[in-house]
């Protein structure tokens, strides 16, 4: 168990069956993500953890990890590039930051920081999305979802519930809930499960929870995600 | 109802899988997939009412409202705009009484556009009720108008309406074959089948879907063993064969004519495949708009049953196979070979992160070779005659003959097989084209050449295509055909990943600014950036030739573009007065100070 891939010129280890991401992680190594969370299956579709393996684009948290891969992380070319795959989920949903409960601990927002974010640079789809209050708990803001999945595989894989789908084609994509009547309400979320709870971005909301920790104390506040993200995921893999 | 679906739901062995099939009945019963069929669905597969909405979500065919009794689409490829495919649909929808998109009144017809129906040498088409209408006229639309009006049953419509021509103008090494039933899987088995796979790969035969990968190799890691022996690893030892046969991109038709004309040989290659690999079933992954073949198909998958090609023992040679026909619900994604597997598994075509590739996790986890339908035509011709007889045709890199779908500018369009590295202007003077402004060869997803490169050749290593060729000449204008790609990208986008997702949308929201005349100075630069953005962050083949159109006509002729700026340095993407229209209805006024000029 001494094999190893080359991120950015430093050497980082890595066993069998780990993808790049993981092993990243493991060693210290923080590749910008919003659709990852090392306790679910990976998705692969935000595309912003691209890196550039022997040359080539590849997702690093879906690519497995192999001898002889030489990768690219942190360059202007990828970052710019991310900032702009960052910009595209700001102009597709309708994201007011000053406005919405989640600044300041969201990844979205944070990446968006990380990445030296400062204008949305493409024109904005201004869809109309809806809001569903109706669980007593927990609130869906559609305005907010990325289509990350996350609360998706949270609530298959850790709930053991079935309560989010990602429905529809293209563009038109959406978060379903999985009740007859197509609302929060008639499912089998509870606010005390993973899903209510893992949403990046301020799309799931508990209700009721509004601004307790005051702006300015929030997780981004003070320190960059790289730092927050490693700590938080380095240590889970840990587990 | 509830009757129907259950016992519709019984015929389908009550099999997740067949969720397209099952949603197919439904939808031609209903003409929509009612509330209440997707909660006893769901109840009854054991699977979430998500599942099903999703897929009804992403299937073009598939629809949660009414349409009508006859719904009726008309393709709107860039070969239907060449013979006014606008002004056409227009005169059905003013004769119908129905607006575009949507159902009459009466519910008994409804109207919209569609992604190309691969009837492109004889456009205008369309589909009324899933089955293919060709040669569409005026006269053709009144009579058919007439139908519907009288809600005449399909069946009693006239037969012409339906007909759908071969055109086969040029046929080469596989067309003129025509081999008995039989021949070409005794050929493999008095060879051996481990020497078949040799001659398949002296043959040199790549695969004619697009991406070019090596036949022989791709069957011979599908049926590498793992090696270990026990119970698990005996029923690890399913495996499975797949035809695609959901030729989805504008301009290609071949695989229609083929399955037409050729299906024997088709099956026969499946057959072989199956034999080499060890699978003992196939499916025909079928486009939803090819329906019209589908009994044509079964009932030569029955004659071949009856004669022991398929099913238990084949002819004697102690092998079991057998295929199946599933149809698709309108998604060109569905072509790209993981998402076809998801939609074979009752799914939404949404492709898969690789590794691991199909060969080794393929349909419901076990290996899977998917091949094109001419592959697979090859393959048994090349079972009977040897390597070396498709070997002498083509160049170093590409092997054999390619069969091309021709349309667009020419006299005669139609089916056409070359050797490869014929040059481009060989194909143009065959089928009677003259005049020509560029060839779009590969569909959207592949390259327009411009007129001073009639010398390239057709081949991987060169020009490669999938079999689309779309001829244009001087009268046509370069920019509708971006403009007509690029909607499609953005109507097909599966939406699984952000660049593809957004980035396609965004590409044609670029595009209609710059064509409407919108456009200004950072607008191609902006144009450019999006492009390689999405060209090179893309999940899957879909996002990483989207941008195609505008990257290969802007390399050609950036003059076009330039000269469709406006000469002040931003212009908004939005148009500014168009924007208050709301406003000006709500305060019931019109007047010229309610009007905005936008600044020049
Ligand atoms: C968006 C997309 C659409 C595709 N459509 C088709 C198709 O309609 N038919 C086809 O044979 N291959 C299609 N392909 C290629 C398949 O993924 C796959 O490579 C092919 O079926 C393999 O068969 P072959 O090796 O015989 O070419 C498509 C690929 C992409 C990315
Ligand atoms: S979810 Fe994040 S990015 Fe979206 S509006 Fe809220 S704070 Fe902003
Ligand atoms: S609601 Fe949140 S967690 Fe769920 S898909 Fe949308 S952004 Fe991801
Ligand atoms: S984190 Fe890898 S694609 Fe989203
Ligand atoms: S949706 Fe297929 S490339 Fe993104």
Wanted: hydrophobic share 35%; charged share 20%.
């Amino acid at each position: 168990m001494n094999k190893s891939i080359v991120i950015d010129g430093k050497n980082i280890p890595f066993e069998d069956g780990q993808t790049i991401m993981q092993a990243a992680t493991a060693a210290g190594v923080y590749i910008p993500h919003l659709c990852h969370n090392p306790k679910f299956t990976p998705h692969g579709s935000c595309k912003l953890c691209t890196v550039k393996v022997n040359g080539r684009n590849c997702s690093a948290c879906t690519f497995p990890a192999a001898e002889g891969q030489t990768i690219t992380n942190i360059t202007q070319e990828l970052n710019d590039d991310r900032e702009k795959i960052t910009q595209m989920l700001f102009v597709e949903g309708n994201h007011f930051c000053p406005s919405c409960e989640k600044t300041g601990n969201c990844n979205l927002q944070a990446v968006a920081y990380h990445l030296g974010m400062t204008d949305n640079h493409f024109p904005h789809f201004f869809e109309n999305r809806e809001v569903d209050a109706s669980h007593p708990d927990v609130m869906i803001d559609h305005n907010r979802c990325i289509f990350c999945t996350l609360c998706v595989r949270a609530s298959q894989q850790e709930d053991g519930k079935n309560v989010f789908s990602i429905s529809g084609r293209g563009i038109e994509k959406r978060l379903v809930v999985n009740s007859e009547s197509g609302l929060l309400k008639d499912s089998d979320l509870d606010v005390n499960d993973c899903a209510a709870h893992i949403c990046p971005t301020g799309a799931i909301l508990i209700k009721r929870t509004g601004y307790k920790v005051p702006i300015g104390q929030r997780i981004y506040d003070h320190s960059h995600i790289d730092t927050i993200t490693l700590a938080a995921e380095g240590a889970s893999h840990d587990e | 109802m509830q009757q129907f679906i259950r016992q519709l739901a019984q015929e389908n062995d009550f099999q997740s899988t067949r969720l397209l099939k099952i949603l197919r009945a439904v939808q031609a019963r209903y003409f929509h997939i009612p509330k209440a069929a997707i909660e006893q669905l769901a109840l009854i597969l054991s699977i979430p009412r998500t599942q099903i909405q999703n897929v009804i979500e992403f299937y073009s065919f598939f629809h949660l409202e009414p349409r009508g009794k006859y719904d009726i689409l008309i393709s709107s490829s860039i070969t239907d705009l060449m013979v006014g495919q606008e002004e056409l649909i227009n005169y059905f929808s003013e004769k119908l009484g129905v607006k575009i998109g949507e159902v009459r009144a009466d519910g008994v017809v409804s109207l919209n556009n569609t992604s190309c129906t691969g009837m492109c040498d004889q456009s205008l088409a369309g589909l009324v009720n899933g089955y293919a209408l060709t040669n569409l006229t005026k006269s053709r639309i009144d009579e058919i108008v007439e139908n519907v009006n009288k809600q005449l049953p399909l069946e009693q419509w006239s037969s012409d309406l339906f007909t759908v021509a071969d055109n086969i103008i040029k046929p080469d090494l596989l067309l003129n074959q025509k081999p008995t039933q039989g021949e070409a899987i005794n050929a493999t088995f008095a060879r051996g089948l481990k020497e078949t796979l040799d001659e398949v790969e002296k043959s040199g035969l790549r695969g004619r879907g697009g991406a070019g990968y090596t036949t022989a190799w791709k069957w011979k890691f599908c049926s590498e063993d793992e090696g270990i022996c026990d119970i698990e690893a005996q029923r690890q030892k399913q495996r499975y064969i797949i035809c695609n046969a959901d030729e989805g991109e504008p301009g290609t038709f071949k695989d229609r004519v083929l399955l037409n004309s050729y299906a024997d040989s088709v099956f026969e290659g499946m057959t072989v495949a199956a034999a080499i690999i060890g699978a003992t079933q196939g499916f025909i992954y079928l486009r939803g708009e090819y329906l019209h073949l589908y009994e044509k198909l079964e009932a030569i998958l029955a004659v071949r049953r009856n004669a022991n090609l398929l099913g238990k023992n084949i002819l004697q040679h102690g092998f079991d196979f057998d295929i199946e026909i599933c149809l698709g619900a309108g998604a060109y994604i569905c072509g790209e070979e993981s998402a076809l597997i998801e939609s074979l598994e009752g799914k939404a075509g949404i492709p898969r992160n690789r590794p691991p590739y199909p060969v080794t996790s393929g349909y419901l986890g076990k290996p899977t070779s998917v091949n094109n339908v001419e592959t697979f035509l090859a393959a048994a011709n090349i079972a009977i005659h040897g390597g070396d007889w498709f070997a002498n045709l083509g160049t170093a890199k590409s092997k054999g003959t390619k069969v091309l779908s021709i349309s667009g500018d020419c006299a005669k369009a139609g089916i056409y097989e070359y050797p490869f590295g014929t040059t481009i202007q060989t194909v143009l003077d065959d089928c009677g084209a003259t005049d020509v402004l560029g060839v779009q060869v590969g569909g959207p997803s592949g390259t327009f050449i411009s007129n001073d490169e009639f010398e390239r050749k057709l081949a991987f290593e060169d020009l490669a295509t999938g079999g689309s060729f779309i001829v244009f000449n001087n009268s046509r204008s370069i920019l509708d055909v971006v403009h007509n790609f690029s909607h499609f990208f953005a109507h097909e986008s599966c939406g699984f990943c952000t660049p593809c997702r957004v980035g396609t949308s965004l590409l044609k929201k670029q595009v209609d600014k710059i064509v409407e005349g919108h456009g200004s100075a950072g607008d191609i630069v902006a144009l450019e950036e999006l492009c390689q953005l999405i060209k090179n962050y893309s999940h899957c083949g879909l996002g990483q030739t989207a941008a195609n159109p505008v990257l290969t006509t802007l390399e050609r002729y950036p003059e076009l573009y330039q000269n469709m700026l406006k000469k002040i340095s931003y212009e908004p993407g939005f148009d500014l007065d168009k924007s208050l229209e709301t406003a000006r209805r709500m305060a019931h006024r019109d007047d010229a100070a309610a009007h905005l000029a936008q600044v020049e």
